[in-house]
């Protein structure tokens, strides 16, 4: 702790405020500081809730679906805003058109990703150690997850207008229950489990205000920085952020997994992450998934489950079934997707990978005329893109 030896040079009372205050990198498991909460307030009752949706595509023609009917479908009245670098799987984002007027596609933002600059401020504060595009990812992670505060502010000035409740959520998101309507006022949800020291970073709900801070997550830096915080990864930082912030912070079950391509070592550390089949019950509060058959037992599932530190879905109510995540998906997988899944996805995932360039330009066009704002290449460019 670099800072912490400077402080002791200049003075040791003020070494001993920031450890009181802050104690930068403690890696208390399992301890959620839940502020005292106001009452449970329906964000979708009068109110006037935006949803954004960040990431990449690589998956969206699998998780698209369930995102529409679990979390766009649910949150009635809600824009829709999405965050999203441009890639060959871009095009994938027609698989969230629907939804007959009961939400609006607000603002679409689909950029070339541009190198952030690494400050030794970012360096010293943040870790990339288990990152997989090391520090440059967690850079464009963050700034992806800011960019949902810069769009909805730029669009509450076009409309004259604040909205009450922010969601936040990724694209790679894959849900089996709809997600939550109530919250609490001045406090920020996030799900329970993997947390990796700090909170889980798959998903956040607010209001206007703790979004607001929530969100900044690449602007907030240097403050956590000067707070004395160092070698944090992506979920401490994020505790750090709010506490800095001084944000109240409650967690909550959310049915959704993150439908990931990472290969995981087999079985995993303590520490390392387990990946769980989408047929699963219960909610995975965001675990790593795939559309898998279990390698264990569903009691051999539940003791892995159990000797995870820290990582893991704490909820009794979910019944996991755990995969082996070594190596790429197994054959098998569409079979896997589509019993789970449903016929309309089902229908969705073979749209999207037997489709024609041609196909892609008109089905894309006719998503983007519904959005009210689109920022990005035109669907041609897009669907030039494509793998094919
Ligand atoms: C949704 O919005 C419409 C029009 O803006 C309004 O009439 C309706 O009451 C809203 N529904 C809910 C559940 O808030
Ligand atoms: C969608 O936006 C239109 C105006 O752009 C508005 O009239 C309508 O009430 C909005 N619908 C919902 C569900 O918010
Ligand atoms: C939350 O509470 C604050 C303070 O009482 C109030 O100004 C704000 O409108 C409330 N926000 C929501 C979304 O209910
Ligand atoms: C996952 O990644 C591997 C290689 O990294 C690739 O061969 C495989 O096709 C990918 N699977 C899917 C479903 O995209």
Request: charged share 25%.
């Amino acid at each position: 702790m670099l800072g912490r030896n400077i402080l002791v040079g200049v003075s040791l009372l003020l070494l001993l405020l920031l450890l009181l205050d802050h104690s930068p990198g403690d890696r208390d498991e399992g301890g959620i500081h839940f502020g005292e909460s106001g009452p449970l307030e329906n964000i979708i009752q009068g109110k006037r809730t935006a949803v954004c949706l960040v990431g990449e595509a690589r998956h969206l023609e699998l998780t698209g679906p369930s995102i529409r009917k679990y979390v766009l479908e649910t949150l009635k009245n809600s824009s829709v805003f999405i965050n999203m670098p441009l890639d060959s799987n871009s095009y994938k984002m027609f698989v969230l058109d629907g939804g007959g007027g009961s939400y609006n596609f607000t603002s679409a933002n689909i950029f070339s990703p541009q190198y952030i600059w690494e400050t030794k401020v970012s360096r010293e504060t943040l870790t990339a150690k288990k990152s997989p595009r090391a520090l440059q990812g967690l850079l464009q992670y963050f700034a992806l997850n800011e960019g949902c505060e810069t769009m909805i502010r730029q669009q509450e000035e076009l409309q004259g207008f604040k909205y009450d409740w922010i969601v936040r959520t990724r694209l790679d998101t894959f849900w089996t229950a709809p997600i939550p309507v109530e919250y609490r006022n001045s406090t920020y949800t996030v799900p329970r489990g993997t947390r990796y020291g700090g909170y889980n970073d798959r998903l956040g709900v607010g209001d206007r205000k703790t979004s607001r801070i929530a969100l900044q997550r690449l602007s907030a830096l240097p403050l956590i920085h000067s707070a004395g915080y160092r070698s944090e990864n992506s979920e401490s930082v994020y505790k750090a952020q709010l506490k800095v912030g001084n944000v109240k912070v409650a967690e909550d079950e959310f049915s959704f997994c993150v439908l990931s391509n990472r290969s995981f070592p087999y079985p995993p550390g303590r520490h390392g992450a387990l990946v769980a089949s989408i047929q699963g019950k219960g909610p995975l509060n965001g675990a790593y998934c795939r559309p898998c058959r279990p390698s264990e037992s569903s009691s051999r599932s539940r003791e892995m489950v159990e000797r995870m530190v820290d990582a893991w879905i704490p909820s009794e109510a979910a019944e996991v079934e755990v995969c082996d995540g070594s190596g790429g998906w197994k054959a098998g997988w569409p079979e896997v997707f589509d019993a789970v899944a449903g016929e309309e996805a089902a229908a969705l995932r073979k749209e999207s990978d037997g489709m024609s360039k041609a196909e892609c330009v008109s089905r894309l066009a006719r998503f983007k005329d519904r959005w009210s704002s689109w920022k990005g290449p035109s669907t041609t460019l897009i669907c030039e893109l494509m793998d094919r």
